[in-house]
């Protein structure tokens, strides 16, 4: 301390004597303590509401626990038991073709209809397009499931009713095991649209008009200019949406636990209504947890691989 | 660890997790705000707060040093109920008095989670003697597991069958009687079928209520069924001299699967092939108010359910006296699966006492009477015999509505659906291979194999 240099005698007496802000280095660690404070609360959201929960997981995953009794450590049972286990191995599969399906579609309509969109951008209806799209997305996902359930009902429902008036069969939609993860993935959509919607209408919005103009003038208009121009301008949005999609997909559980319980059979049930039931069904909360890490590492990876994969087709200016 | 309480027990559990690897909290410490010395502060599940609150404000009204909060836990079904239930135990923050129905009665008791009543009964007989009176043998049965009582009961439903009336005078036919049979249902489904896109027949893939009154209805059930021993201080207390109560042991078990027996088979291939003749439509997963919607919009001529939709078809928009209700057809029985729902005390909670004091005002005959799914419609139907009158079920304009209560005095061989301590697991696989046989995607052989060997696993997991 004796080194620190003195820069005048406005210490203040409650402060301890490190604190003191007559030197350089006391006003050093004051700021320090400042900043400390200030990112306090984050840091303990951070901690109560993000990390500890992971740990809990990740620790939950190597015990045996059914909430009546403590728990008790077995070490890698449970995921030795996963890895057997056909109906897990059945919900991942699942899981993947309904993300695969869902995020497909949406990237397709929200490209679409945010290129649409965008054309009115400068007119009173481009607020009322963002707003009707978007408004499924504030609604609740159980009540947009129950709503679509009977919209799909086979013998009942809105969607079969005007397929029939066209002269087209009733779709078992929520009774086949060949369509129901479509049916599931065509509702996830719906209500998911507006949100992926927006994220590309503000990609599109700023694209360089000088680029899309010059392409313009050289002949490249249609098909070929979204293709060779607007797409690949707009494929670090189209990167952040997907990737944000997949991880939300791969953790599907509103709509199918609604719609179909993972029915027919288990040809809807995902990884996460999995672990739901596994938790709360089957009161085998360690293995449920030993799933929903396994299924963490699996959404790390996806996202690793995406981001890997994008330097080959981003294009960032 | 000895003195803990339940709660402080789970409490300490989640918090152990919590720190896994980390400690174990000191035995003494509760994670709860501790209620201080005069206010007692208690936690009631419920399904919704607003059908208790006169119970719960006569009761503090009462003891002005007991403050009662009501949790409002709603599901689907029971079991969904359940297994939120079961959440907040996993939260270390469980109720003090649960609420619970047939489907879970067991597995509260099996686990250890609801205190047996027996010694409390015991003391208090005579406080008793006319609740039990007044409440049918068959329902206070469902109460008891292993010899003992675990639960009070106020509801029940069985599952009859409900007309269509619009839809049966359209097709010129009459409400069947009593003892009408599998064939006259089939008649009138056919006759009923069709008019302005109506099936005659419609059920949703779940547990209580599906096709499994057809399964009771054929003399047999998805598990095996047994009278646990026990119980002789509960029936010799409460039902000496009442025949109905004559054999009835401490409780139902049921020991084993057998989903793919004959009669199994023979039920599931009547069902399902009612929808391959288009009587019924497309069997889909669901709660009630699936049912309601299509029954309502006179969709379906005839479908399972019980007392609760004689005001639950009135809130949804029917007009007294366009529904009624007749026992299950007779096949080669005519044996109805029942629900019964009540209260159960949380063991280890700290305030059994106090529980099982509110307990005693909960099931005085006016305060049941003035609970709101009962009044001022009846939502459901009351385990006392005495509540079941012209004026409650009359306004509803079902005629019938001594069926309800009649289903377990004149068939006193109805039983609870079955509701052994792994009832949620049961009840997947019980709807996955119900939805497979009914899409067609396996024959209900294969299904009920199918079934079979997943339950018979389930079992061995559960030895």
Redesign the interface.
Known sequence: MASETTLGSGRRNWLPAWLAGDTVQGIRRQRMVLGVLFLLPTLIGLIVFVL?PI??AV??G??K???????EFIGLKNFARLFQHELVGNSFSNTFVMMAMTVGMLEVFAISLALSVHRFARSRLAYIFRTVWFLPVLLSGVSVAVTL??LF????GVVNYYLGVLGIDKV?W????DIVRFSVSLATVWRNLGFTFIIYLGGVSALPQEILEAATVDGARGLKRLWLITLPLLSPTILFATVIDVIRLLQFFDEPYV????????SSRTTVMMV??T?????E?GYASSISVILFLIILAVTGFQFLLSKRWVFYQ | MGNLSRREMLQASAAGVAGAAAAALPGSVSLASAPSQDQINMRYQVFNVDTVQHMLNTYMELNPHVNIEAISVTGVDHQEVATKILATLAAGNPVDVGFACTEVTHLYAGEGLAQPLTPRLMDDADEFMEYYADTSAALSETMLYEGDVYQLMDNFNAANMFFNKNLLAEAGLEMPGKEWTKDDFYSMAQAMTGIDGSFGYGWINRFWGSWMPWIFVNDTNVLEEERAPGGEWFWDTFYAGDERAVGRGGGWRWPAPQANNPKMVEALEFVVSLTQEGLTPAVEIGGGTTLLGFFSGNKLGMTPAGGFWAGGLINSGLEPGSFDTQFWPEWKSQRHQLGVCGPWILDGGGQEDQCWDFLKHYKKREIQDALGHFTPLPLTTPTRRSLNTEERFGQTGVENWRVFYDTIDERPDTGPIAQPVFVVELTNIFTRYTGLATNGEQTPQEALDNMQAEMEDLYARNA
Do not use: I, K, Q
């Not at chain 1, 009902?153 to 009942?156: E, L, N, V």
């Open positions: 500890a740990v809990v620790a939950l190597f015990m626990w059914n909430v009546f009794r403590p728990p359930s009977y009902h086979t013998d009942f078992p929520l009774v086949s095991s719609m179909t319980r993972g029915g027919p059979g288990d739901y039931d938790a709360f069904a089957n009161l909360f």
